[in-house]
């Protein structure tokens, strides 16, 4: 099962415009990652919230985590035509005897020049 | 790109045929991952491995099964392909195991299997 959840599924935004991502999940977590991929790619690790904090920026993205609300956002600000992917937040879960990462279903990012 | 290299990168066989998966890396970290991504269910991990010859399930590993005999080599068989196993398939490494030290995964670009 999912424990992440994007929304939108799919954002088409003007080249220059902030983009808005949302993950929402349903169990406890230590942290909560963000990765961005690229058409026919693998995907790229983006950055990494800790479950204390609660706001983390990294050049023209900002993440933020609401833990009482288990949900966090993704903001890309001044978006360009190269952010065009698909973004996906995961999250770490115990599942056996170790922790794996648990991805979402994605949000299509198109960025219009 | 971290030294992730998966082969082949494309496959068409048919049901009822084995199929082995291959990633190779570079980067002689301990933990490599099997994930599965198909349309409407993002990345789901089937097999992963934290050494040499450790290996465990994940989520969806029902006709899957996995090998690591070298550190830097983790297969992935199919021992009868079946149509609902088309999908692409992805390797990923991580340095530490997930949850320890905030690791990221680092992910191959993928091997898009079809069968028919």
């Known amino acids: 099962s999912q424990q992440g959840e994007e929304d939108p599924q799919a954002l088409s935004i003007q080249e220059g415009e902030n983009a808005t991502m949302n993950c929402s999940y349903k169990t406890s977590i230590n942290n909560l990652q963000w990765y961005r991929q690229n058409s026919g790619r693998g995907l790229v690790h983006l950055i990494l919230?800790?479950?204390?904090?609660r706001e983390k920026h990294s050049g023209r993205l900002r993440v933020t985590l609401d833990t009482s609300k288990k949900s966090s956002s993704l903001l890309i600000t001044a978006s360009r035509a190269a952010d065009t992917a698909s973004y996906f937040c995961a999250t770490d879960a115990t599942s056996g005897s170790a922790r794996q990462l648990t991805f979402g279903s994605g949000t299509q990012l198109t960025v219009l020049p | 790109d971290a030294g992730i290299t998966q082969s082949p990168r494309h496959k068409v066989t048919e049901t009822g045929t084995p199929v082995t998966l291959r990633c190779h890396q570079t980067e002689n970290h301990r933990y490599m991952y099997w994930y599965r991504q198909d349309p409407g269910h993002g990345l789901r991990l089937i097999h992963y491995?934290?050494?040499?010859?450790?290996?465990d399930k994940g989520e969806v590993s029902d006709g899957y099964s996995v090998s690591r005999s070298k550190t830097e080599d983790f297969l992935l068989t199919l021992e009868s392909a079946t149509s609902s196993q088309t999908s692409v398939y992805f390797c990923a490494i991580s340095e530490r195991r997930v949850g320890a030290n905030l690791t990221p995964l680092h992910f191959g670009n993928g091997t898009r299997l079809t069968v028919t």
């Open positions: 919230i800790r479950s204390n904090e």
């Open positions: 491995s934290y050494g040499v010859k450790d290996t």
